[in-house]
């Protein structure tokens, strides 16, 4: 005979399901089988101990004289009830165990399919529950398996399995099977009714836990992260500010001979992190999201969230980066759209009015260039074609014509 007992037994030590909620699936699925049986589950007792593993079921009947039944779902006579203990009398309640195998081997297999689904399922939200309420949070894994387009991890303190896409490891990100993995809970979806666990090293969050981790300043509250930025694998801007004046938020982020920073380089794959001061200055935040290039002059529309950066020569491409990644970062930063300039000593340097071409150059062509701060033929030609083409509405053939104007100007 199948025991259903053996069933729930397995499952009671389930550490994702609170015993009340067991409990309360388990008396779900026996009164299901008593209702099937006898029609209705009113005067049945259902007693279920997930300590010790096992369930006691009790019919309780009202105990009337012989011929005197109405109802025999809730009635049983004097002579029945003596049947089962020679105590009882008339007005008195009946107790009468039931053992499973009073349900027949269908009923019990069909119980134990329903038993065995409810707890899975069960089993399943608490799971979904338990991760989101994580979301954001740090978590250390192994990794178990690698397949073509994730990485599967074995999460170190739940030992549940947990999904490291590709997309979200960092350039240089090579792992075996065996290795220990770092990230944080990006998300949790379901697949094919399945919550899958999703982690990322590449969302913001990521670093920002590394620097609580590193940063006792940070966790205590003395230091609060106000913005981060990343390409992740090649260059983070992290702009922070200290609510203690005695307290230098870059320099504690920082530590001592670059110690704290140095960890969290290495785990990102010696991606360049720039620690600057948050202001809500808006012209110094924009100085200070430019590290390593000194800023000369700085003119803000604020209306269209553009700002006019004017440099050295000798500045400007500190302030770009290497592929553009130093501007970009400062940009996403600052929620500014930064146009970069170079000075130029035009006592010196031989220059035109752009009015003055006129004649070549058709005059919304010329209106386009003076909107980016272009008014002479040098400054237009101190740009490069792709900047150009970016921050202008102008077409490329349009750009490659002028500047070919502007340049013969030069040469003759």
Same mark, same amino acid.
């Given at each position: 005979?199948?025991?259903?007992?053996?069933?729930?037994?397995?499952?009671?030590?389930?550490?994702?399901?609170?015993?009340?909620?067991m409990v309360r699936v388990l008396e779900d699925v026996f009164r299901t089988l008593i209702k099937k049986k006898f029609g209705s589950d009113d005067n049945f007792d259902v007693i279920v101990n997930t300590q010790q593993g096992d369930l006691e079921l009790w019919r309780v009947r009202e105990i009337v004289p012989d011929g005197e039944v109405t109802d025999d779902r809730s009635q049983i006579s004097i002579s029945e009830a003596l049947a089962i203990d020679d105590s009882y009398e008339i007005g008195e309640e009946c107790y009468e165990q039931?053992?499973? #195998?009073?349900? @027949?081997?269908?009923?019990?297999?069909?119980?134990?399919?329903?038993?065995?689904?409810?707890?899975?399922?069960? #089993?399943?939200?608490?799971?979904?529950?338990?991760?989101?309420?994580? *979301? @954001?949070?740090?978590?250390?894994?192994?990794?178990?398996?690698i397949m073509k387009r994730e990485f599967l991890i074995i999460d170190d303190a739940?030992?549940?399995?947990?999904?490291?896409?590709?997309?979200e490891t960092i350039r240089g990100d090579f792992f075996h099977k065996g290795d220990m993995v770092r990230g944080i809970i990006k998300r949790v979806e379901m697949r094919n009714n399945?919550?899958?666990?999703?982690?990322?090293?590449?969302?913001?969050?990521?670093?920002?836990?590394?620097?609580?981790?590193?940063?006792?300043?940070?966790?205590?509250?003395i230091i609060a992260i106000k913005r981060i930025v990343r390409l992740p694998g090649e260059r983070a801007? %992290?702009? %922070?500010?200290?609510?203690?004046?005695? %307290?230098?938020? %870059? @320099?504690?982020? *920082?530590?001592?001979?670059?110690s704290?920073?140095?960890g969290i380089v290495r785990e990102l794959n010696n991606e360049?992190?720039?620690?600057?001061?948050?202001?809500?200055?808006?012209?110094?935040?924009?100085q200070r999201a430019l590290t390593p290039a000194k800023v000369t002059t700085i003119e803000l529309d604020q209306e269209k969230k553009r700002a006019s950066v004017y440099l050295e020569p000798d500045q400007v491409s500190l302030a770009i980066g290497k592929g553009g990644t130093n501007i970009k970062l400062a940009s996403k930063l600052t929620g500014y759209e930064i146009d970069v300039y170079r000075i130029t000593d035009e006592q010196e340097v031989e220059d035109v009015d752009l009015? #003055?071409?006129?004649?070549?150059?058709?005059?919304?062509?010329?209106?386009?260039?003076?909107?980016?701060?272009?008014?002479?033929?040098r400054n237009v030609l101190e740009l490069s074609k792709e900047e150009l083409l970016r921050r202008t509405e102008l077409e490329e053939e349009t750009v490659d014509e002028v500047l070919k104007i502007l340049a013969a100007e030069f040469e003759d």
């Open positions: 005979m199948i025991n259903l007992v053996d069933t729930f037994s397995d499952f009671k030590s389930s550490k994702n399901i609170d015993r009340p909620t039931l053992f499973l #195998e009073d349900f @027949g081997r269908r009923a019990i297999q069909a119980a134990r399919q329903t038993l065995i689904s409810r707890i899975m399922e069960l #089993e399943k939200d608490e799971i979904y529950k338990k991760y989101m309420e994580r *979301v @954001g949070d740090m978590v250390v894994g192994e990794v178990g398996q739940t030992g549940h399995e947990l999904i490291l896409p590709k997309q399945t919550p899958a666990v999703i982690m990322s090293r590449t969302d913001n969050g990521f670093l920002e836990k590394l620097l609580e981790q590193e940063v006792p300043e940070i966790e205590d509250g801007k %992290v702009a %922070v500010e200290s609510y203690d004046d005695r %307290v230098d938020p %870059v @320099g504690a982020c *920082v530590g001592m001979k670059g704290r920073i140095h360049n992190i720039d620690i600057i001061n948050y202001t809500s200055n808006e012209s110094l935040l924009i009015d #003055e071409f006129s004649d070549e150059i058709e005059g919304w062509v010329i209106d386009e260039l003076k909107r980016i701060g272009c008014d002479t033929a």
